[in-house]
């Protein structure tokens, strides 16, 4: 198969005449429509319509409890609430719903998306030993998307890829990926991962490395279905965003939703960040950013955690607007990844601070 390059710039302006050209392979722009107000773009070539909103599978820190080996589950006030926000994202065309086994979601999950399990795609993560899918097919009949998490395709990740691969052939899981956040981890997966089906891979306005010059060509030419997680840094944009909520003062920049130690931003300057931003009455920094990822035509989906209702709101209002993206809202962007930049990997929650060097490369 002949390769084919596509320059920095007509990756970054996401044009799609000029991938579209590439031989054999995907087109660059998903196969799309519209039902209610939600986007659904063609997963790659699985078939497979996904809503360009996607709902993740982390939970909400400050309701977890630990069960033991169990891992975390949530009290019950708190998977109530997790519970109502996943039924509204359903309301509102949402149909891609994430679990994760080790946050107790199992369980949870197969109550909720029972009497509509045909229209919802069910993806998992982790447990992908035999045991654990058939554990999973008990629970929701079939996985749509499963797929598990690597740093580097080696031994270890080729067996695993045989355990989906047999799964899929049995009929037990309709598609197959992988989750990664090393671009060379990605390469090598479209290399040595046969029947690929998908990839989750971090993108978003500071760390996409939104080039990502060889990956996405590549697997768009393949047709690789493309989701796209961590579109607001793992939560860590909310910091940035004197707006977090609509009507908010300036101090909710101050919100760190980890409360792991992301360094936060002194008020001034994130007024000075934002001060470009062309605010309607409802628009947040974050919506901005969840535009800006939608608005990528290689992106299938994005998936993000919402632990409060106003946040799935508000990524609803983005995806109602992606076309519509104005000057002052990409100066903005502009000015937080600017402003990053110059923090340091402080601002990210401590488990993602390793990643900033091959984020931003």
């Given at each position: ?27 660059a722009v998903a196969a799309e429509y519209e039902r ?79 009497d509509r399990r045909s229209k919802v795609l069910v ?239």
């Amino acid at each position: 198969m002949t390769e084919h390059k596509v320059t920095r710039r007509t990756m970054l302006a996401g044009c799609a005449g000029a991938v579209a050209g590439m031989a054999g392979g995907g087109a660059a722009v998903a196969a799309e429509y519209e039902r209610g107000g939600m986007v659904y773009r063609k997963l790659g070539k699985t078939g497979i319509d996904i809503s360009l909103l996607s709902f993740g599978s982390h939970t909400d820190p400050a309701d977890r409890i630990n069960a033991g080996k169990l891992g975390t589950v949530l009290t019950e006030a708190g998977q109530a609430k997790r519970d109502r926000i996943i039924a509204k994202a359903f309301d509102l065309g949402v149909n891609h719903l994430d679990v994760y086994h080790n946050e107790g979601q199992l369980e949870p999950a197969a109550r909720i998306v029972r009497d509509r399990r045909s229209k919802v795609l069910v993806s998992l993560a982790h447990d992908f030993s035999p045991s654990g899918i058939d554990r999973a097919c008990r629970a929701f009949g079939h996985v749509d998307l499963h797929r598990f998490h690597s740093a580097e395709i080696d031994d270890a990740t080729l067996a695993n890829w045989d355990i989906l691969r047999k799964a899929k052939a049995a009929g037990k899981v309709r598609a197959i990926g992988l989750a990664t956040h090393i671009e060379r981890c990605m390469e090598t997966a479209l290399d040595e991962l046969e029947g690929l089906d998908f990839l989750f891979f971090p993108y978003n306005f500071i760390h996409a490395r939104a080039d990502y010059s060889s990956f996405l060509p590549k697997a768009i030419e393949r047709g690789v279905g493309l989701i796209a997680m961590k579109p607001l840094a793992s939560g860590s944009l909310v910091q940035l965003d004197p707006y977090a909520h609509p009507g908010s003062a300036p101090e909710r920049a101050q919100l760190e939703l980890w409360k792991r130690g992301a360094k936060p931003l002194m008020p001034s300057v994130v007024a000075e960040l934002t001060k470009s931003l062309d605010r309607t009455p409802d628009d947040t920094l974050c919506m901005a950013a969840m535009r800006f990822v939608y608005s990528r035509p290689f992106i299938h989906s994005a998936i993000t955690g919402m632990f409060d209702e106003q946040w799935l709101d508000d990524n609803y209002k983005a995806l109602e607007t992606y076309r519509q993206v104005k000057g002052g809202q990409e100066k903005a962007l502009r000015g937080a990844a600017e402003v990053v930049r110059k923090l340091g990997p402080g601002w990210l929650p401590a488990e993602y601070r390793w990643l900033a060097k091959e984020w931003n490369g």
